[in-house]
């Protein structure tokens, strides 16, 4: 009777006897409610659960291409180094052109010099000519014999 009386009440709650068959048929009743839900939120969390691990296998993907990008092309550095070579060229154009002009004036003052020496050239010519025919003048000329 003893054996028989623990398997009746074998729960004893704040000292409530509570009937093993009744708390078994509410678990049932429990989960029957509630498992088929449960089941499809397991279901459910299980799928998007699989989702992130896609999308961060692709944002992964995406990440390294991004990183491989960045390493192939450094665009800061690149537009720098454009920066430089552009004032560089800037520069080199800047002295072109006075040297241009540096190369002009000296053509005019060559010019200007050769022009001078030939006048130069000239007049000495005219004034030894001038010279020579004044020597001519001066030289007795026998008078004519009537």
């Known amino acids: 009777q003893d054996r028989q009386h623990s398997e009746i009440y074998t729960y ?5 006897f509570v009937d093993k068959k009744a708390v ?17 939120s397991k279901r459910a969390l299980q799928e998007l659960t699989q989702n992130q691990l896609i999308l961060l296998d692709t944002l992964d ?6 990183r491989e990008c960045n390493a192939l092309l450094d ?3 690149l537009f720098t180094e454009a920066k430089v070579y552009h004032n560089k060229l800037v520069n080199i154009r800047k002295e072109m052109i006075m040297l241009h002009e540096k190369t002009t004036k000296l053509k005019k003052r060559s010019l200007k010099l050769q022009q001078q020496k ?10 030894r000519e ?17």
């Open 61 to 66: 993907q995406e990440v390294t291409k991004f």
């Open 75 to 77: 665009l800061n550095s």
């Open 130 to 146: 001038k010279e020579l025919e004044r020597e001519r003048q001066l030289i007795a000329k026998p008078a004519k014999r009537t």
């Open 12 to 16: 004893i709650v704040e000292n409530v």
């Open 118 to 127: 030939q006048k130069e050239a000239l007049e000495k010519e005219q004034q």
């Open 24 to 40: 078994d048929k509410l678990t049932e009743g429990l989960l029957s409610h509630y498992l088929p839900d449960l089941q499809s």
